[in-house]
């Protein structure tokens, strides 16, 4: 069972910048095995937010218009680690943002895919 481990959010002022982590607990070898990662962010009051989006075994990207010009999303394998970072914060920007896994062996449609497997989220507050 694939675990997933946020880290990296925190209180930031606007304009400021952040680099969110989620490690995976499990290898991938991504000559044969491809999974897709993204970032999600919920607000108090509001529905969940598909953020960024990566392919493991390709690495396609995808991020959200919200964030395009101020986000970049990235994988490192060896360290079984995807990166999130915000750049040029913003007050709206504040929520609860969680990293997701889809199933194995998938390669593409990571912005629209279900997503099967969790982290436990990390808090983003973004202040004036």
């Known amino acids: 069972q694939l675990r997933l481990q946020e880290a990296g959010g925190g209180s930031v002022q606007t304009g400021g910048s952040l680099r969110l982590s989620c490690v995976y607990s499990q290898y991938i070898d991504t000559s044969k095995n491809s999974r897709c990662m993204a970032w999600f962010r919920q607000a108090p009051g509001k529905e969940r937010e598909r953020v960024a989006t990566?392919?493991?075994?390709?690495?396609?990207?995808y991020r959200a218009d919200a964030v395009k010009s101020r986000a970049s999303i990235s994988h490192d394998l060896a360290q079984r680690t995807v990166h999130l970072v915000l750049e040029n914060l913003k007050p709206e920007d504040s929520a609860m943002y969680s990293c997701?896994?889809?199933?194995?062996?998938?390669?593409?449609?990571?912005?629209?895919?279900?997503?099967?497997?969790w982290g436990q989220g990390t808090q983003v507050t973004v202040s004036w």
């Open positions: 990566i392919s493991l075994g390709t690495g396609g990207t």
């Open positions: 997701a896994a889809s199933e194995e062996y998938t390669w593409y449609d990571c912005s629209t895919r279900q997503y099967s497997v």
